[in-house]
């Protein structure tokens, strides 16, 4: 970020204007009854304590390297094959015990006591398909949520048992679910100072569980490696895989063969994500233009506080993080009841969709004995995982992708058209003004069908190592909406090109 100049006094003082006025009215809030918030009010009366207070973070450092903590026992994977009641066959002759399904902890060998959940589902299809890690985001959402309603090998029948998904991503890849930051999902720690607040650290928790996973399947080092997720993975993902690419070039451990990172609707640069808002919600007619000037007025000041974020430290992020949502909030409450992961649906349930099922499997006691989790109660969504966050969200994770791209690693950008939350709009943006070699080379490139089975299932924007793929007819959870295009999508991305290959199409439905 370029250094703050004395031109930017005068917005200086609208941020903090801007921000006295949200801190009132977050003391006294009087929202619509029929108005749903995406951010509970416990995050920022943490945020704003945290300002009051400055006190920004606890007294702890994090553990980013170094030797494994004295006493701790050396690191491991305690994985077990599943054997859970599946309904019907998968349409082939392998049988549910041929099929590797894995689940287990990993102790993090640079933490004071931390262990990492994860699912591991071999291939449908070879075993020299690309091994694929998938991240939901949140921050504090479990992955389990993307594996048993998006693109896991089965879902989850009325009837608590499980029924397969002929969408699954494993019949392309093999594939690793995992719960993270530490305190996610299944994933705990019996020593605070094991919690994250920055990517730093999460991306070295997730690089050390990634050479735990490839020491235990030595086979699978020699298959190319893809990082997805969505959401607040648009955080995640980038330094992922930044710090896989940074591990292979210093040849620190075992070489992870990285070719290449998807993000799905994504918060990942939101200085320019922010401010395609009020543009998203007036274009889609969420708002009128009288409300999209108001709340408008609001981004400059915002975009200010993102800047300070990244030269100033805590204070600015926890700051910017409630001046910057208040834009997001305007939104939801002229809207009323809209689902923000899918602006044509209602809100229902605290997620805005009903996932009560999956908690209920996996909180089921033969269920929790098959995984070995004990009597570790799950949640989808951990509270403190995200307050613990807060300063980390309007971090800038664009900034280390030019140097991945350029050296050939892929990106692929894909974003669901109905999304408000993270929206297509605020991804392409920053898709498109991002630095790299390539960069006028792509923002002069039109924009082509994408087609599943010849028929137009979104728009493909391409060049070199980069694509972005608007998604037509889905929201934030693209997998979850159009299964069968994500799964396209995915199989075509790793074999080299979005556009529909006739030959690929049949050998997939075959």
């Keep these: 970020m370029a250094p703050r100049s004395s031109t930017s006094a005068p917005l200086l003082l609208s941020f903090l204007f801007h921000l006295l006025l949200l801190l009132l009215h977050s003391a006294n809030p009087n929202p619509s009854p029929n108005t749903r918030r995406v951010y509970s009010r416990r995050p920022i009366r943490f945020a704003e304590e945290l300002i009051g207070d400055l006190n920004l973070l606890p007294g702890i450092e994090e553990v980013e390297g170094g030797d494994a903590i004295e006493g701790f026992s ?243 992020c926890a700051a910017s993080y409630i001046l910057c949502n208040s834009i997001f909030t305007s939104i939801l409450l002229l809207a009323g009841n809209i689902n923000y992961y899918d602006i044509r649906k209602k809100c229902e349930g605290s997620l805005c969709y009903d996932f009560s099922n999956m908690e209920k499997f996996l909180n089921e006691k033969y269920v929790r004995n098959a995984l070995g989790v004990g009597d570790r109660k799950f949640i989808s969504c951990n509270p403190l995982v995200y307050e613990a966050m807060i300063t980390d969200w309007m971090k800038n994770l664009e900034v280390g992708i030019p140097t991945l791209i350029d050296d050939g690693i892929k990106l692929l950008v894909y974003a669901g058209e109905y999304d408000l939350i993270c929206n297509w709009l605020g991804n392409f943006r920053w898709v498109n003004s991002m630095e790299w070699s390539g960069q006028k080379t792509f923002a002069e490139s039109p924009m082509a069908p994408f087609t599943v089975d010849g028929k137009k299932a979104g728009l493909i924007k391409a060049y070199g190592p980069l694509s972005f793929l608007k998604v037509h007819d889905a929201g934030h959870m693209v997998p979850m909406d159009q299964p069968k295009a994500a799964l396209a999508m995915l199989r075509r991305w790793m074999n080299g090109s979005l556009t529909e290959d006739q030959s690929i199409v049949m050998a997939a439905d075959a």
């Design 74 to 316: 050396s690191p491991r994977l305690v994985e077990r094959r599943l054997r859970l009641p599946i309904l019907g066959d998968i349409g082939s002759e392998i049988s549910v015990e041929q099929l590797g399904h894995h689940a287990g902890y990993y102790r993090l060998e640079h933490t004071h006591g931390a262990r990492m959940f994860y699912f591991f589902f071999e291939s449908r299809g070879k075993s020299s398909d690309p091994v694929v890690i998938w991240l939901t985001g949140g921050p504090g959402c479990s992955s389990e949520l993307a594996l048993f309603y998006e693109n896991g090998p089965f879902k989850i029948a009325d009837n608590m048992s499980l029924i397969w998904n002929d969408y699954g991503w494993d019949k392309a890849s093999n594939l690793i679910y995992v719960d993270q930051p530490t305190g996610t999902g299944f994933s705990y720690t019996t020593d605070l100072r094991d919690f994250r607040f920055g990517e730093k650290g999460i991306a070295n928790d997730l690089y050390d569980f990634l050479q735990a996973f490839f020491t235990e399947h030595p086979d699978y080092l020699k298959n190319d490696f893809y990082i997805t997720g969505e959401s607040y993975a648009g955080h995640y993902i980038p330094a992922a895989a930044e710090r896989v690419y940074r591990g292979n070039k210093e040849k620190e451990r075992l070489h992870i063969n990285l070719k290449g990172f998807a993000i799905g609707n994504g918060l990942t640069d939101p200085a320019i994500q922010y401010g395609a808002y009020a543009d998203y919600a007036l274009e889609m007619g969420v708002i009128g233009q009288d409300a999209h000037n108001t709340i408008d007025k609001i981004y400059p000041a915002c975009k200010l506080g993102i800047q300070l974020c990244g030269s100033s430290g805590v204070i600015s």
